[in-house]
């Protein structure tokens, strides 16, 4: 009976805390209006990573927009299998993918030796990694207690926060970095995300991130900081992804293959703790089924991604603020993203206009998101006993995935492989959260 008691009291709670819970439909023009703030909250980085691979292969301009629309439209496609699900595929969470950065190295690599249909190649037999480890996720799950999940949510968040700071500046490589109009129109797009949130009633508070990110962008623009010329030279329709794989082929490679299998090993540790952090957001915790069906999905993604002329596709970190900011879980509104994605894959025209938004306008609002992620984590730690077992598994594993994050080239002299699985701060904290929760004993 107490058991019962228990789990409605958690479902009352859960329901007064969330607008919107994992299967709750919202009307079709809010879902349309949350899904764009879910996209802009992606958007730099799904298209950041074939930029980066084009540029580094020295593609010309039309190939590279290619890869841009493919991978725009292979994200929504990937994000509408992992929301929405088929079959055994899917965490039915809502869980934003795209391309990610893990992959540029030996996606540069591959391309340069074997051309870009090496990394298509890749791509697809990498992919049978996450595929193959999907299936041994439930004995796994004994190895990931609160202490592990908080720690790891907690490290999303913090390994964010520096991200957002160099948006804040101005972008990286930026002539203007640090400028401090690049710092006002920061502040000015966070604290309109914050009062709407606090105190605006409705889709003001839900949309508070899109709604101060187009404030943003309005002072952007009458400042003169958007450049219109990218969205004038987009075409209004393409095809994307086929083009690449016919002028390209695609071309298998044992070699080839060979990086990307320990780029593939971290994604799948990251989204695992991407889905957990999802869960505990919306408040239904991921169980062992909803994480090998969520590993699986990033596996069929990042298949489907070769044949279509894009990297591999992972759960994106960056969305995971969203839900208990705007406190709407509801899936349906990814799957909304998945359909407008896909649509701005197809209309490359609409997607330069999103690419347009300057960085500082991202950084105000990501300073916030990324922020309630690390929040997050730590409402989950609070729920740990704090003996001095556990208090030294946060304690490292924090300090380790910081560490690797803001000093990356301490791991400059490791071998390649190595420097792969450490490169993110997230992988190099998780790997040391397990680590020390399998080896230091339990206290009585």
């Known amino acids: ?206 949309a508070s991130i899109l709604i101060g990110m187009i404030c943003g962008y309005l002072i952007c623009i009458a400042l003169g900081f958007v450049d219109f010329t990218p969205i004038k030279e987009a075409s209004f329709i393409g095809i994307p992804g086929l083009p690449l794989v016919l002028e390209h082929g695609i071309k298998f490679s044992i070699a080839a293959v060979v990086p990307f299998i ?31 069906r969520g590993v699986l999905a990033d596996g069929v993604g990042s298949c489907i991604a070769g044949f279509l002329g894009v990297g591999p596709n992972s759960t994106f970190s960056q969305n995971v603020g969203l839900i208990p900011m705007t406190k709407v879980a509801s899936r349906h509104v990814v799957i909304m993203v998945g359909i407008l994605l896909m649509i701005l894959g197809i209309f490359p025209k609409l997607g330069a206009i999103v690419a347009s938004i300057p960085n500082p306008v991202l950084g105000g609002a990501g300073i916030v998101m990324f922020g309630f992620v690390a929040a997050s984590g730590i409402k989950t730690l609070s729920r740990v006993n704090m003996n001095n077992r556990n208090l030294l598994i946060i304690a490292v594993s924090i300090a380790l995935g910081l560490g690797i994050t803001t000093r990356p080239d301490l791991l400059s002299n490791l071998p390649n492989s190595l420097q792969m699985l450490f490169s993110s701060g997230i992988s190099t904290g998780t790997i040391a959260a397990l680590v020390l929760n399998i080896t230091l004993k339990e206290e009585k």
């Open 1 to 206: 009976m107490s058991e019962i008691n228990s789990s409605q009291m958690i479902k009352e709670e859960g329901s007064s805390s969330l607008l919107y819970q994992i299967n709750d439909k919202p009307s079709l023009q809010l879902s349309i209006l949350l899904g764009f703030q879910h996209i802009v909250a992606a958007f730099g980085g799904i298209v950041a990573v074939p930029l980066v691979v084009s540029s580094s292969l020295g593609l010309d301009i039309s190939t590279a927009a290619m890869m841009v629309s493919a991978a725009i439209f292979v994200a929504g496609l990937s994000s509408l299998i992992q929301s929405r699900g088929i079959g055994k595929i899917g965490a039915r969470l809502p869980c934003v993918m795209g391309t990610t950065f893990t992959f540029v190295d030996p996606s540069i690599a591959v391309g340069s030796s074997i051309g870009v249909g090496g990394i298509f190649g890749a791509t697809i037999l990498g992919s049978f990694i996450p595929m193959i480890l999907s299936r041994f996720i439930k004995p796994l799950m004994k190895f990931f207690p609160p202490v592990v999940t908080g720690t790891v949510i907690t490290l999303i968040g913090l390994t964010l926060i520096p991200v957002s700071m160099d948006w804040c500046a101005g972008g990286v490589g930026s002539p203007t970095y640090g400028s401090l109009t690049n710092i006002c129109i920061s502040l000015i797009v966070m604290t309109i995300v914050v009062l709407l949130n606090r105190y605006g009633k409705g889709v003001f508070s839900t």
């Open 262 to 292: 320990v780029a593939y090993l971290v994604t799948t540790i990251e989204t695992i703790g991407c889905l957990i952090a999802v869960g505990e957001a919306s408040q239904k915790p991921a169980t062992s089924e909803d994480l090998s």
